[in-house]
């Protein structure tokens, strides 16, 4: 089984969302540019959706054309609507993420509407971006996967049903997000089987949240069943404003060191990647920024893979 793992990083998006400080585009695309010359080859740059709703969103058209500019990078950005997604396409992403709620609370909550109105919405804007002659991949994520901080759990079956419901309506690939930071190993593994059961690799990403300090631990059970691709945020900025008690994505720099030392080359140069650090520190002074990698420093028993 292949051994490369790609990491996509969240921060620009998932990390500021819930941010109280407003980060300059200028400094938006100096960190971007800071992640790809680590090696991060895809990021996911922001989120195309109302300014009113996340106003650290405002300026994303101008982040995703800034971004394009670094060659070899993988843009992506978030859309919620077809609005978003003609307005992701026009600025020139190269990935459109759509997060899809499983539990029908949650994406009433997020947007105002439940989980089957929302595959519907997904099949207008798979229909509109493949009428269109420039390509855009179509990544769609299942929110709340592992569970809800309004519903609760959410059963295996229903994951697996959403999820080959937006296989059937031709998204390209399914990742499996942890909104809330619920999820624990061994579910995990089995909403993995799970859903490969319905979908086969069509699911091929995990977007997980440190909320109970599982994240990594989650990380490794997908990456048991076959997972190559995590999404992750430096430093474990993050959350989601409409899930209460949300806390950051798992830490970029604590999974390349996992990966890198199990044996997993993730073509980032975890030096490196600990010093952008200091840009988000400069520009976000109110956030926390956890991480046991930067906290301890890089230990010299650390042996990272060949790329
Ligand atoms: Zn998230």
């Known amino acids: 089984m292949a051994k490369a793992v790609n990491i996509c990083e969240v921060g620009p998006r998932d ?7 407003r980060m300059a585009t200028d400094t938006k695309l100096r960190w971007i540019a800071q992640l790809a010359a680590a090696g991060l080859k895809e990021i996911e740059v922001g989120s195309f959706v109302s300014p009113r709703m996340i106003p650290q969103m405002a300026d994303t058209g101008d982040v995703v054309r800034g971004a394009l500019a ?7 950005a978030l859309a919620c609507n077809l609005k978003g997604a003609i307005a992701a396409h026009e600025a020139g992403a190269h990935v459109l993420a759509i997060p899809i709620s499983v539990s029908d609370t949650h994406s009433h909550a997020n947007v105002n509407k439940g989980t089957e109105a929302q595959v519907e919405m997904v099949r207008s804007i798979v229909d509109w971006v493949r009428a269109q002659p420039r390509p855009m991949r179509i990544d769609a994520a299942t929110a709340t996967a592992f569970g809800c901080s309004m519903e609760g759990g959410v059963p295996l079956d229903r994951v ?11 998204v ?6 942890d909104t809330v930071g619920y999820a624990h190993p061994a ?9 490969q059961d319905a979908i086969g690799d069509r699911l091929h990403k995990l977007h997980l949240h440190d909320t109970m300090g599982l994240g990594l631990a989650n990380a490794l059970a997908g990456l048991n069943e076959g997972i190559r691709d995590f999404d992750a945020c430096l430093a474990g900025l993050g959350g989601c404003p409409f899930a209460p008690g949300a806390s950051g994505n798992v830490v970029t720099e604590d999974l390349v ?19 952008v650090r200091t840009l988000l520190a400069q520009s976000l002074p109110g956030e926390t920024l956890r991480g046991g990698v930067a906290m301890a420093g890089i230990p010299q028993t650390f042996q990272p893979q060949a790329a």
């Open 15 to 21: 990390g500021l969302q819930m941010a109280q400080g």
């Open 70 to 76: 670094i060659e070899g990078l993988t843009v992506c």
């Open 160 to 170: 697996a049903r959403v999820a080959a419901a937006l296989a059937a309506i031709g």
């Open 172 to 177: 390209d690939r399914i990742a499996l997000a």
């Open 187 to 195: 579910l995990v593994r089995d909403t993995v089987r799970a859903v």
């Open 257 to 275: 060191f996992m990966l890198e030392s199990m044996g997993f080359p993730t073509g980032i140069d975890l030096q490196q990647l600990v010093g």
